[in-house]
């Protein structure tokens, strides 16, 4: 995800490589920095004094342990922005220095097309500024919208686990093709761009999905046929469960001891 941020901020043109700096233990994960012109260090103290903004991109039972290498190195001219599912302000609060800015975003992997889907939550030390710097930020790389934080798990079941669902249902739909003859290539092709489009619509017309579904179906027709089938499979309450399902799980990810 880290990656895939960084990449996106670089290509959306609002951040220069050079400005980014990036720690990790796992030399391959440095080396992706590298490759792209950014920093790279094994040192996150070394990320906390080479910036002003500093993103918290670890999976949650790692973020006390690099909250506590750059503690020292936290100023008042630092925002800490952070990514990690589940873990509260207060508990980032609690393990940075007094005072401490802090904002909590749930993006998702399609930042690094331009594509994300974001929320954005401010603690009470950051201002409205520092939210609007990081709602600017991942505007740049797609949608970003500003939440209460209790809705942040909410945020992480829909668009932060979301892109999985849409793949699956991309890859469905490709294996449909191919069991009504086409070839898997055309398939996939054709589906990934019918999902494509079918979220531009939504977003384009401002008209509501239901409403745009309505529009294909002509009476005794093809498409209301397959959704019939769709009904019957239990399709929507599907999705609802696994939105459901991954948004408790980032609850539980943010209670002390999870993992």
């Known amino acids: 995800m880290a990656t895939a941020m ?6 959306a043109g609002v951040v220069k490589a050079g400005n980014i700096t990036a720690s990790d233990t796992y030399e391959g994960c440095r080396q992706r920095f590298t490759e792209m012109g ?3 260090t094994e040192s996150n103290s070394v990320v906390a004094k080479n910036s002003t903004v500093v993103f918290i991109a670890v999976k949650p039972n790692d973020v006390a342990a690099v909250l506590a290498s750059i503690k020292d190195d936290l100023t008042a001219e630092h925002l800490v922005v952070s990514i990690a599912a589940g873990v509260t302000i207060a508990t980032l ?3 940075t220095p007094e005072g401490t800015r802090i904002v909590r975003v749930m993006p998702n992997t399609p930042c690094l097309v331009q594509q994300v889907a974001a929320g954005v939550a401010k603690g009470p ?3 409205e500024a520092d939210q609007a710097l990081v709602i600017s930020l991942f505007s740049a790389m797609g949608t970003a919208l500003a939440v209460p934080e209790g809705k942040l798990d909410a945020v992480t079941g829909l668009s932060g686990s979301g892109p999985a669902y849409g793949y699956l249902a991309i890859e469905a739909l490709a294996d449909g093709g191919v069991r009504a003859g086409l070839p898997r290539a055309v398939a996939l092709k054709l589906a990934a761009q019918t999902m494509l489009g079918a979220a531009t619509m939504v977003l384009s017309t401002g008209k509501h999905p239901g409403q745009l579904k309505d529009e294909v179906c002509s009476p005794g ?3 209301i046929a397959g959704v019939h089938a ?3 499979a239990g399709f929507r309450a599907a999705l609802m469960d696994a939105v459901v399902a991954a948004s408790a799980r980032a609850a539980e990810l943010g209670k002390p001891g999870s993992a």
């Open 6 to 11: 960084a990449k996106g901020l670089v290509v």
């Open 93 to 95: 609060a609690s393990l």
């Open 38 to 40: 950014a920093v790279s």
């Open 125 to 127: 030390s950051a201002t």
């Open 221 to 223: 027709g093809t498409t």
């Open 230 to 232: 769709l009904e019957t």
